[in-house]
C-alpha cells in the first residue's frame, strides 16, 4: 500500500504562488499515475491535475490550466502542485492521490491511495 504524505500549504494572498509537496512511501512498482484534488468547504472533491506514470503527460481541470504545473520526482519519491497567480475564493483542501495504472482518471473513485491533505487558504 503507497503512503502519501502532503505538505506545503498555507495563507497566502491572491495573486501569490505556493508549491504543494506531496512524499510517497511504500510503492512496489514504478507504473502508478498520481494526482492532486482538491476539496472546498461544502463542495466535492474535485480534480485538479493528473501526471501519468513517467511524467511525460499531464493534464489539469480547465480552472487551472496555465497556472497549475503538476511534476513528479521519483528518484526523490515526490510529486510537487506549483500552484501560481492564486485566485481569491480558492480556498481548499488539496490532496494527492495514486492509482496502480499508467494514466491518471479525473474520477476520484479511481484512485488506491489518498494523503491526509494540507490546507491552503487565500485571502483577497
Known amino acids: 500500500q503507497v503512503q502519501l504524505t502532503e505538505s506545503g500549504g498555507g495563507l497566502v494572498q491572491a495573486g501569490d504562488s505556493l508549491r504543494l509537496s506531496c512524499t510517497v512511501s511504500?510503492?512496489?512498482?514504478?507504473?502508478?499515475?498520481m494526482a492532486w484534488f482538491r476539496q472546498a468547504p461544502g463542495k466535492d472533491r474535485e480534480f485538479v491535475g493528473g501526471?501519468?506514470?513517467?511524467?511525460?503527460?499531464?493534464s489539469y481541470t480547465d480552472s487551472v490550466q496555465g497556472r497549475f504545473i503538476i511534476s513528479r520526482d521519483d528518484a526523490n519519491n515526490m510529486l510537487y502542485l506549483q500552484m501560481n497567480s492564486l485566485k481569491p475564493g480558492a480556498t481548499a483542501v488539496f490532496y494527492c492521490?495514486?492509482?496502480?495504472?499508467?494514466?491518471?482518471?479525473?474520477?476520484?473513485?479511481?484512485?488506491?491511495?489518498w494523503g491526509q491533505g494540507t490546507q491552503v487558504t487565500v485571502s483577497a
Open positions: 492521490a495514486s492509482r496502480s495504472s499508467t494514466s491518471p482518471y479525473r474520477d476520484a473513485n479511481r484512485y488506491d491511495s
Open positions: 511504500g510503492r512496489t512498482s514504478n507504473y502508478y499515475a
Open positions: 501526471i501519468n506514470w513517467n511524467g511525460d503527460t499531464t
